[in-house]
């Protein structure tokens, strides 16, 4: 069994884009990273991307939508952790069958932590005797 096994809760991660969508109807056109008053966050801007939004502000006409904010909610659950016997930190993801191997020691855990024989061993169960 993992010990100190953490489930973290389900994260909401709400996004805003400043968009620039051209007036032909196939949808493309730009999209700018922003925070919630609509101020694009230079952080996550390349220079290119700044090239970009200053071409879409100074060409208003090309676009249907202009210089709209955008806002995107999504719901991300990180996957469970803990630690291994040899101290490592594994994190239970469906890495093989729903179980995942310690990249540490190679022990085998099930997404709720419990140990497990290694695969490789699995097809030795039958009718629910383990045969070796
Ligand atoms: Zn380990």
Redo the contacts with the bound molecule.
């Keep these: 069994m993992l010990k100190n096994l953490v489930r973290p809760e389900r994260e909401k991660i709400v996004e805003h884009e400043i968009e620039f969508l051209y007036t032909e109807d196939d949808g493309s056109g730009f999209g700018f990273p922003c925070d919630e008053r609509g101020n694009v966050l230079d952080a996550e801007m390349t220079k290119e991307a700044w090239e970009n939004y200053r071409w879409c502000l100074e060409h208003p006409e090309k676009f249907a939508v202009y210089n709209e904010m955008k806002t995107r909610v999504r719901y991300y659950t990180p996957n469970a952790h803990g630690t291994?016997?040899?101290?490592?930190e594994?994190e239970l993801y469906d890495q093989y069958m729903g179980a995942c191997e310690?990249?540490?020691?190679?022990?085998w855990y099930n997404l709720f932590g419990q140990s497990l024989v290694p695969p490789n061993q699995w097809k030795n169960w039958k009718n629910g005797v383990y045969g070796y």
């Design positions: 291994c016997v040899c101290g490592a594994v310690c990249p540490n020691c190679g022990r």
